[in-house]
């Protein structure tokens, strides 16, 4: 819509994540957000028309920011695919672990629209596979990582780092090991691409 | 102690596993298994001090064989190390996708124990990844799956399988593709491993 005042989509979901942020879930209600704003309920309504449906865009706006920095590591082609296989995996469980840290509410909202298989969650894994293809299928092409189906290679990829990027082992994420079981995962995947397992 | 009556920790065990089978754990109290068994509740509490020291040895129980079954399929020479490493991470999954079916109240009782890291639930996975360890010795002694430390190759290889055997991911064990899924995990990492593929 032509943007008479500014109240737009972006600055709803601003305010949502900045009150998720400070008082939890429950008070990012539509009144909340609007009083926040100091407009009408019905000036949020008319972008979102309940709750859960503020709640998955914050949700979706929050997890495209990862999905967009993991990106620029995906894509970095001064990188070689198997090194960058390896640190782009190491920069999802590090961003998961930071999340968790820094925005333990708007972790929380993912971790329920997960469990209710929301399309905010699937869709955030559909990125992240795509993102991982795209560098197994530039091994794929310089050699180094050979394979003739670039998407199942990730696929099987992100099945065998499940551990660390999946939300069942949260609570395993602030062990003192886990990266260093990551790294020695990602070394025997490497082994098993016949990729080379150090730059 | 000398059995004197039947009345033994093992009667306790049966009838207690019994009890939560047909009527659930709200039901597994210490007073219905000694009212089941037509033995006085002091007679129960003597073994089993609580409802949760009851519920914890019914489950272990349940988890030791399981453990018993796939400790025969790992110590099974006759097939060579590789493909019995394939064949037991199978039959761990299958365990457990039978266990879900068919005893869904003990897969339950499970879950809670482990959400709660009883020490029932990082038994059953230290019991678990020993026997791994021991396949993976085997394949050292005779070269098919060459390490020097076959416990750290054990460990690498059942985190690159989490999500076949961790509880976080038991929603995702009746999707159609799963079994397919470990088995291409397993070529990968038997690939890493330097080791047979295929029998």
Known sequence: MPARTPLDANAILAATEEILRRHGPDKA????????????????YK???SKQALREAVTRRWLDRSRDALAVIAADSAVPPAQRLRTWLHAVLAGKQAKIREDPELFAAYAILAAAHSGVATDHVTDLLGQLTAIVADGAADGSLPTDDAQATARVVFNATAKFHHLGHAAEWQNPGIVTELDEVCTLLLQGLHAPTSP
Chains 1, 2 share one sequence.
């Open 29 to 44: 209600t539509v009144v909340d957000v609007a009083r926040t704003l100091g407009v009408s309920h019905a000036a949020v």
């Open 47 to 49: 972008h979102f028309p």
